[in-house]
């Protein structure tokens, strides 16, 4: 075959890894029942594919037979250990047996595999840090670099958590499936926990060319409409809620080129007004709960700025309110910093610029590339140039995102001028 035909058998392989390979994981260890027995099958799937597909083509379902080529090389792995093991003799017989028909293996149960991996990742046998890390590396395929980033910590830690929690899921047999609705509520806030900080790295990647991952960012938002209707609780509704009118803004956050578009200098016409209708009306129904949590006042915060018609019409005084509540019910530094720059809108850049400092003195967040931009921009607002570019320069060296270091970049080159 020429080289060419293998390139592009490649590239498709690679392509399929990307978008499928964490829903083929996922119901793999639904047919296989065993979180290592289902990864060493995921990757050899893949490895048959770039020989199998380059001689035959590629097939029409490419899920539907990594899934089966997956299952098939994880009984031959067990068949060849088997020996005179009476105990895998049968668990192959089982697997023979059972889950033989690949047309079942992408129907509607496969579209919730994902969501039975994350409970199993977020069972409470497993530390809470750990059930976001092991679920963000395994269920949604992002690397432990990544999930450092959305944790603020280093790498090595992440990867020593997502070991502990392999270890734990093997050794406590934890089972993959969605729990009990009894049991549901207890797992619930380490559910949503996951799937925010999924869609938050869609919303905003951590490091690449794109400023988003909308493939992030939209399997967050699928889950999060499963999930309400597993279980309809006044958080999960405001997840989505919050989810749906944050995504509302992507087509303008970016110009044609990819470059970062500030929300005060967004074309707002391009804004998705279906999102924004269904997403105040998610909000509408969980604040009516009466319980109001961190998820739903963050949708409502979304949702005053959704609902205004241009940058300065904005309801600042309403979104200071609400931080103030998100800061009793969820207290952190980056809560206090998105307040600041709120009141530095409600009020004026010194009264923000103020809070800013006071979050730096005190040492927290000194290593977040978004506090130094928001005091670098607080800056240039009062004429501060000299701050105001310490303050980007050191943004700049922080951030991993090409468009926000073009922006950051483009904001030092304005201030020289």
């Known amino acids: 075959m020429s080289e060419n035909p293998s390139k592009h058998v490649r590239e498709a392989v690679e392509a399929i890894y990307q978008t499928e390979s964490r829903q083929v994981l996922a119901t793999l260890i639904r047919l296989l029942g065993d979180?290592?027995?289902?990864?060493?099958?995921?990757?050899?799937?893949?490895?048959?594919?770039?020989?199998?597909?380059?001689?035959?083509?590629?097939?029409?379902?490419?899920?539907?037979?990594?899934?089966?080529?997956?299952?098939?090389?994880?009984?031959?792995?067990i068949r060849r250990r088997t020996r005179h093991d009476a105990a895998l003799d049968e668990l192959t017989k089982q697997l023979e047996t059972s889950t033989s028909d690949p047309d079942k293996w992408d129907d509607e149960r496969v579209e919730d595999d994902r969501l039975r991996l994350i409970f199993t990742c977020c069972h409470p046998a497993i530390a809470s840090e750990a059930?976001?890390?092991?679920?963000?590396?395994?269920?949604?395929?992002?690397?432990?670099?990544?999930?450092?980033?959305?944790?603020?910590?280093?790498?090595?830690?992440?990867?020593?958590?997502?070991?502990?929690?392999?270890?734990?899921?093997?050794?406590?047999?934890?089972?993959y499936e969605v729990?009990?609705?009894?049991?549901?509520?207890?797992?619930?806030?380490?559910?949503?926990?996951?799937?925010?900080?999924?869609?938050?790295?869609?919303?905003?990647?951590?490091?690449?060319?794109?400023?988003?991952?909308?493939?992030?960012?939209?399997?967050?938002?699928?889950?999060?409409?499963?999930?309400?209707?597993?279980?309809?609780?006044a958080e999960a509704i405001g997840l989505l809620g919050l989810m749906l009118l944050q995504d509302s803004r992507r087509a303008a956050r970016t110009t044609p080129a990819g470059d970062l578009i500030l929300l005060e200098d967004q074309d707002r016409s391009l804004w998705n007004r279906g999102q924004i209708t269904e997403g105040v009306s998610l909000v509408q129904r969980a604040l009516?709960?009466?319980?109001?949590?961190?998820?739903?006042?963050?949708?409502?915060?979304?949702?005053?700025?959704?609902?205004?018609?241009?940058?300065?019409?904005?309801?600042?005084?309403?979104?200071?309110?609400?931080?103030?509540?998100?800061?009793?019910?969820?207290?952190?530094?980056?809560?206090?910093?998105?307040?600041?720059v709120a009141v530095a809108m409600r009020n004026n850049p010194l009264a923000g610029l103020e809070l800013v400092d006071a979050i730096l003195a005190r040492g927290d967040l000194g290593?977040?590339?978004?506090?130094?931009?928001?005091?670098?921009?607080?800056?240039?607002?009062?004429?501060?140039?000299?701050?105001?570019?310490?303050?980007?320069q050191r943004a700049l060296d922080l951030t991993q995102q090409e468009p926000?270091?073009?922006?950051?970049?483009?904001?030092?080159s304005e201030l020289s001028e």
């Open 35 to 77: 979180f290592e027995t289902a990864e060493e099958a995921l990757h050899e799937a893949f490895a048959v594919a770039v020989e199998q597909w380059a001689r035959d083509g590629i097939p029409a379902n490419p899920r539907a037979w990594l899934v089966s080529t997956g299952r098939f090389k994880a009984i031959d792995g």
């Open 131 to 175: 059930q976001v890390a092991m679920t963000l590396r395994e269920v949604c395929g992002l690397t432990t670099e990544e999930i450092a980033r959305a944790f603020l910590t280093k790498p090595a830690t992440i990867a020593q958590r997502i070991v502990r929690a392999k270890t734990k899921i093997r050794e406590a047999r934890i089972p």
């Open 179 to 233: 729990p009990l609705e009894k049991e549901l509520p207890d797992r619930l806030d380490a559910v949503l926990r996951v799937i925010y900080l999924v869609f938050n790295e869609g919303y905003s990647a951590s490091s690449g060319d794109s400023l988003t991952r909308h493939d992030l960012s939209g399997e967050a938002i699928r889950l999060g409409r499963i999930l309400i209707e597993l279980l309809p609780e």
């Open 288 to 340: 009516s709960a009466g319980q109001v949590g961190p998820y739903t006042i963050q949708a409502a915060i979304a949702s005053v700025h959704a609902q205004a018609p241009t940058s300065a019409a904005t309801d600042w005084a309403q979104i200071v309110q609400l931080y103030d509540m998100l800061m009793q019910s969820n207290p952190s530094p980056v809560v206090e910093l998105n307040r600041a």
């Open 367 to 392: 290593s977040y590339h978004l506090a130094h931009a928001a005091r670098a921009d607080l800056c240039r607002r009062l004429g501060q140039t000299a701050e105001a570019r310490s303050s980007y």
């Open 404 to 412: 926000e270091r073009r922006f950051l970049e483009r904001r030092l």
